[in-house]
């Protein structure tokens, strides 16, 4: 008997001899369109024999993990088929598209997006050329592969995707395919663990695949040269219970897979249906598969006398040099006629209506699924009113408030109004970056053991909906996940460590820039929002390994249509850039805010209207405004971070106070980008109205939270960048009090002052008893911080005086 979800007991051969034959065809056909994609530019079905000029002049692409993907994808399908499944298909392996191609091309929906690659000759011409072409498509699953929401490129991150994918669909099955060389990555080692924050009751399931066909590039992988006892106890011990498919005669693997698909889809069904039913969730024993199969499977066996099937030389390209080999030129065309084409495709270049019936319709497909383009499913936040959680401030720079705990409270809310579709994410670390409000609307999910002292502030539960892993890899691949199938999240880490997710961040952000401007099919999913904080400036105890502002610095460097950075200076502003951030499409949005107490500057209103602007001169901090015309700062002092900006206020206040002719023109930044032209990105300032806030002639002092020569490479074209003069962080830290580490590194208010007196040309030797109090200043507070390890009160406790 044939097993069902509510039957999970199966026969070992669940094909008829008819199935089998039409599911090894099918599969045959994928294979001849891989092989196809990678060599072939011309004579796509075969009808006359192979020449020089019917081959590409560049061989790129991967054959030896294709036919696994495609053998993997035939199977799904009639599942899918059978048992009316919503699933998706994520695979792991690198360059593996022409696995996940082939298929896609034969569902139907490769044409309907493309009609230009139509399914007959003409168009498998097309399909064949565009690969790994110029002007073409990539050899990884990119975003203009229908039913991808993962490429690849960077290898570690499918399991996660998958998992993120189904947190809060719960009919959602996705099938994540993991590769040799990606199961040794960091990453994918964590997301195996993602099996214990899935919720059997409101989360969909994955079904994780591992892909084990030997090899590598050029070396073996580990895991594919363990025994079958080793790897079956790994995976029991990562909590699943594992399956094995193995062996390379067709005809026993597609029994084999199809008997194996059967068994764990109808598990997962039932681990479901229990839940449900019962309105308990704990934590099963998820099914997941190891299939073992030879790379390059169906491939040349043998080439120049090199064994190629089942060896890392079928990696690439088995066969090269086509244009002066006569010998590999006919090899490759009885390589292509060994899958019989002509059984497969009908004159015209169409799969057989009997193979086409083998693939499900409409959106049942996985190329067309609306899960694996989630901006068709996406659904605007219902967002509270940030106003309404905003600091009171009648004058600037009077009053402290935690910025960030401001924010955990409008997030609560944003949580509370958005049960199904938002969701935060952090290592570990929602408390210490004061956050904590978020567990008055939900508490962290954790479907492991909880015990008796877990109630006593642990704050965890099996329906929880904040995301906790001490591995930002898992957490920002879950929340990709998440927001690639149509929902919404927010992501926090501490700003030195997320430098761990540099490139995970690049990958993302290359997969937004390629939709928003290549893939227009491709429909505006949420943003993905990550706040900086417990930031580079408040590491008092932590010290130097806890000093790093450099990830904004990679975050520049990405296309300027898809990032964006913001550095709110106090809790009002916070609040209003997350909101903005929040109901926001497409973008990556860093916001760097500290979780320490802070000064407060601006009024809500005030806060809007500078955030909406980007830049602006605080004109209560700034003396140039005397009512007359012309009417010119001696001075620039601006800033850029919270921190920075108190110390930028200080020296002001010192200036006006010192030497009160001097005419200090205030200026703060809050979107970081407002420095580049308006030509290199879409929030740069025009020229004139950069030269109209920072002059053209006067000397800036910039006060910056991060490294100082990101401003240089943003504003290396102004007018007047020959008078920027940038201090920010240069790698002077240890275990400092914050006035120390902000001497140390010359952001303090005491250098600023100097800077100055040495830049304005009219200070000259007048100010030179101001400078050297300044000096005095410096030595005093540093020897004050060695003795007694605090700052001073009245440097802790400062507020702006004027």
């Known amino acids: 008997m044939v097993a069902t979800p509510d039957k999970p007991k199966v026969e070992q051969t669940p094909l008829s001899s008819e199935e089998l034959r039409k599911i090894h065809a099918y599969w045959s056909a994928c294979n001849y369109l891989a092989v196809g994609m990678i060599y072939l530019q011309d004579n796509p079905l075969l009808k006359e024999p192979l020449k020089e000029e019917h081959i590409k002049n560049r061989l790129l692409g991967h054959w030896g993990s294709s036919p696994g993907l495609s053998f993997i994808y035939v199977h799904i399908n009639r599942l899918i088929k059978k048992y009316d499944l919503n699933t998706i298909y994520?695979?792991?392996?690198?360059?593996?598209?022409?696995?996940?191609?082939?298929?896609?091309?034969?569902?139907?929906?490769?044409?309907?997006?493309?009609?230009?690659?139509?399914?007959?000759?003409?168009g498998m011409k097309a399909f064949f050329k565009q690969f790994s072409f110029p002007g073409g498509i990539g050899s990884h699953c990119t975003p203009e592969t229908p039913g991808s929401i993962h490429e690849g490129g960077e290898l570690g991150y499918s399991l996660s995707h998958a998992y993120g994918s189904v947190f809060d669909n719960p009919d959602l099955i996705s099938v994540a395919v993991v590769g040799d060389g990606e199961s040794e990555t960091g990453p994918l080692a964590t997301a195996w663990h993602s099996n214990k924050f899935?919720?059997?009751?409101?989360?969909?399931?994955?079904?994780?695949?591992?892909?084990?066909?030997?090899?590598?590039?050029?070396?073996?992988?580990?895991?594919?040269?363990?025994?079958?006892?080793?790897?079956?106890?790994?995976?029991?011990?990562?909590?699943?219970?594992p399956y094995f498919v193995e062996g390379?005669?067709?005809?026993?693997?597609?029994?084999?897979?199809?008997?194996?698909?059967?068994?764990?889809?109808?598990?997962?069904?039932?681990?479901?249906?229990?839940?449900?039913?019962?309105?308990?969730?704990k934590r099963p024993?998820?099914?997941?598969?190891?299939?073992?199969?030879?790379?390059?499977?169906?491939?040349?066996?043998?080439?120049?006398?090199?064994?190629?099937?089942?060896?890392?030389?079928?990696?690439?390209?088995?066969?090269?040099?086509?244009?002066?080999?006569?010998?590999?030129?006919?090899?490759?065309?009885?390589?292509?006629?060994?899958?019989?084409?002509?059984?497969?495709?009908?004159d015209t270049g169409k799969l057989i209506p009997e193979l086409k019936d083998l693939a499900p319709t409409g959106n049942r497909r996985m190329s067309a699924n609306p899960n694996a383009n989630g901006g068709l499913l996406r659904k605007d936040l219902r967002l509270p009113n940030f106003r309404d959680y905003g600091v009171e401030v009648d004058q600037p720079g009077a009053v402290e408030a935690g910025n960030t705990q401001h924010l955990g409270m409008f997030l609560r809310d944003v949580m509370a109004n958005n049960m199904n579709t938002f969701r935060v994410f952090g290592p570990d670390e929602t408390a210490s970056n004061r956050l904590s409000a978020i567990y008055e609307a939900s508490k962290k999910v954790w479907m492991g053991e909880i015990i008796d002292a877990d109630a006593d502030g642990t704050e965890i539960t099996t329906d929880g909906r904040v995301m906790e892993m001490l591995s930002e890899h898992t957490l920002q691949g879950w929340l990709e996940g998440y927001l690639l199938t149509g929902r919404h999240g927010f992501f926090h880490t501490y700003e030195a460590f997320a430098h761990v997710v540099d490139s995970m961040f690049n990958q993302h952000a290359k997969w937004l820039d390629i939709c928003k401007h290549e893939v227009p099919w491709r429909a505006p999913i949420p943003s993905l929002n990550i706040l900086?904080?417990?930031?580079?400036?408040?590491?008092?105890?932590?010290?130097?390994?806890?000093?790093?502002?450099?990830?904004?610095?990679?975050?520049?460097?990405?296309?300027?249509?898809?990032?964006?950075?913001?550095?709110?200076?106090?809790?009002?502003?916070?609040?209003?850039?997350?909101?903005?951030?929040?109901?926001?499409?497409?973008?990556?949005?860093?916001?760097?805010?500290?979780?320490?107490?802070?000064?407060?500057?601006?009024s809500m209103e005030e806060a809007v209207q500078h955030c909406t602007k980007g830049i602006g001169i605080w004109e209560w901090a700034s003396n140039d405004d005397c009512g007359k015309e012309p009417d010119e700062p001696d001075v620039i002092m601006a800033s850029c971070g919270d921190i920075p900006t108190r110390e930028a206020l200080a020296a002001t206040a010192i200036l006006r106070e010192e030497i009160p002719h001097l005419k200090v023109r205030f200026i703060n930044v809050v979107d970081l980008f407002k420095l580049q032209p308006e030509s290199e990105h879409p929030h740069g300032l025009s020229d004139k109205d950069f030269d109209t806030l920072f002059t053209t002639n006067k000397p800036i002092m910039f006060n910056f939270h991060g490294y100082p020569w990101l401003i240089h490479k943003l504003t290396y074209r102004r007018t007047n960048h020959h008078n920027l003069h940038v201090r920010g962080y240069k790698e002077k830290g240890n275990i400092n009090t914050p006035l120390e580490l902000a001497i140390n590194n010359q952001i303090d208010r005491f250098n600023l002052v100097i800077d100055v007196i040495d830049r304005v040309d009219k200070l000259g030797s007048a100010a030179a008893y101001v400078q050297q109090r300044m000096k005095n200043a410096i030595i005093e507070h540093k020897a004050y911080a060695y003795e007694h390890g605090l700052d001073k009160p009245e440097m802790s406790n400062w507020k702006w005086p004027l």
């Not at 067709?250 to 229990?274: D, F, Y």
């Not at 417990?534 to 898809?562: A, L």
Request: proline letters at 7%; a negative charge.
């Open 90 to 122: 994520i695979a792991g392996p690198g360059h593996g598209a022409p696995g996940v191609l082939g298929p896609v091309y034969l569902e139907g929906t490769y044409s309907e997006i493309y009609p230009d690659k139509s399914e007959d000759e003409t």
């Open 198 to 241: 899935l919720n059997p009751i409101r989360d969909g399931a994955v079904l994780p695949i591992l892909h084990l066909n030997g090899y590598k590039i050029a070396n073996p992988s580990i895991l594919a040269r363990v025994s079958h006892e080793e790897l079956e106890c790994l995976f029991k011990g990562y909590g699943y219970k």
């Open 248 to 281: 390379s005669d067709p005809e026993q693997m597609h029994q084999k897979m199809a008997a194996t698909l059967e068994t764990v889809i109808s598990e997962i069904k039932a681990i479901q249906k229990e839940a449900r039913d019962s309105g308990v969730a």
């Open 285 to 346: 024993m998820w099914p997941m598969i190891v299939l073992r199969s030879p790379k390059g499977w169906t491939g040349p066996k043998e080439v120049d006398g090199k064994k190629t099937e089942d060896f890392w030389r079928s990696h690439q390209v088995p066969l090269s040099g086509m244009h002066n080999n006569p010998e590999h030129l006919k090899l490759l065309e009885e390589w292509l006629k060994s899958y019989k084409p002509e059984e497969l495709f009908d």
């Open 532 to 602: 900086l904080s417990s930031t580079v400036w408040r590491q008092d105890h932590n010290g130097f390994s806890h000093q790093d502002p450099g990830y904004v610095d990679v975050v520049t460097n990405k296309s300027p249509e898809v990032v964006r950075v913001y550095f709110p200076p106090d809790a009002n502003c916070l609040l209003s850039v997350a909101d903005h951030c929040l109901k926001s499409k497409d973008y990556v949005n860093v916001i760097v805010a500290d979780k320490q107490k802070h000064l407060q500057y601006l």
